[in-house]
C-alpha cells in the first residue's frame, strides 16, 4: 500500500498567491519532485559575472550562509577584496515577480549556487585555476546545480587556456568531486577547522569551449 503525505503547495501567480493542503499518495509526490527538478534545470542559468554586478551581493550571502555559518565563522570578516581578480561564477533561477502596484512585469534572478575559479600561482606555466567556494543553496542540493556549475568551470578553464584545475575539498564533499572526475592528490588537511584534502583534474580539450559574455 502506498504512503500518503500531508502536503502544502503554494503557487505564486502575478499579485495572487494559492494555497492548497491535501493528502498525497508517496509515488505522486516523487513525480512532483522530478517535474521541480526539470522545471529548475530549465529556469537556471550559469554566467560569469562581475564584482559590481548585483547578483555579487546574493554571491557572498550564500556563500556565508552554506559555507561560513555552519562552522562559526563570518565570510564578511575575510579580506574579500582580491576576488576582482577572479572569476565569479553564478547560477541563477528567475523569478517571475509581479508587484501589484506596478504593471509592468520585472524578472528578478536568485543566486541558487556559486563556484570561483582563481589562478594557481605556484604553477609557473600558469595553466592551472584553483577552484574555491563551491556552494548550492540548501534547498536545491542534490538537483544538479554543482555538477552545472563545475562543468560550466571547466569548459571556461579550457577556454582560457587551462588545462588543469585543483581545489582543497571538504572531506565530506569529495565523493561530488569524485563525481566530477576529480582526484585526491593530498592527505588529508585541517583548514577552518575541518577536514579536507587537495583534489585535481586535468581538463580534456574534447569538452566544448563557453562563450565568456561576462555581466
Ligand atoms: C557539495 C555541493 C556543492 C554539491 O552540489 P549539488 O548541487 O548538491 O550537487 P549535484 O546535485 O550537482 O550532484 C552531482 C552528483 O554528485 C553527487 N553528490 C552531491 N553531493 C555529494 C556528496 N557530498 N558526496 C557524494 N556525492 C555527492 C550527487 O548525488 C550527484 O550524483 P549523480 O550525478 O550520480 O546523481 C553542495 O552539496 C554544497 O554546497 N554543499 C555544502 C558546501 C560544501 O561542502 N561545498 C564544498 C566545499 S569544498
Redesign the pocket.
Known sequence: MCKNYFCTFAHLSKSDVHEVSLYIEQPVIEFYIQVKTVLLNKMLEVKVIKCDNPLYQQVLHLRNE??RKPIGLSLFDEDLSQEVNQVIIAATANNDNKNSSDSDSQISQTVV?CVLLQLDEGDSSKKTFKLRQ???HTD????????KLVEFAEKFSLSQGKDRIILN??K??V??YN?MGFQVISDEFILSGIPHFKMEKYLSDKQCIVDYPPN
Do not use: Q, S
Open positions: 552554506v559555507l549556487g563551491m556552494t548550492t536545491y542540493h542534490g538537483k544538479g546545480i554543482g555538477r575539498g571538504r565530506v564533499a565523493g561530488f563525481k
